[in-house]
């Protein structure tokens, strides 16, 4: 059974018994945070990855479908934390999108395969946050009024 697990959790995979079922493998790949592999960038299994994020997006789908909220919003967790989700959003950024060599806000651009790696473990290492709300900014009218002031909209 661990010979079937895929190739991006191979390191998961030697670790854990032979007693385990397939999908109890598949889970642990999809939620655990790894390090790179060992060969690098190359190495990593897109395909593997790819059918380990369209499954779980299926999954919210049809949970969604049968309006089971507390699995959907379980399932979307599962998906934001996934090893497999977070190599494909870099890879998206850094060698698909057409703005690649365009440096973000951070001013960085990651265009070889040791940048991308030190990409992948910095945003493993940033701890989720939830984001703060745009300051507001009054914006002076012609007519003197405040509308999230006055109370009249």
Known sequence: MLGSAPN????????????????????????????????GWASIDWTAANREVERLQQRIFRASQQKQWREVRSLQKLLLRSQSNLIL????????????????????????????IALVRELQQTPMTRPTPVKRVYIPKANGKQPWCSGTA
């Open 8 to 39: 991006l959790c191979k390191e998961v995979a030697a670790h854990m018994t032979t007693a385990k079922p397939y999908a109890a493998t598949r889970a642990v790949c999809v939620t655990t945070a790894q390090d790179h592999p060992p060969d």
């Open 89 to 116: 959003s870099v890879r998206q950024v850094t060698q698909v999108a057409k703005g690649k060599k365009t440096p973000g806000v951070d001013r960085r651009v990651a265009l070889d395969a040791e940048s991308r």
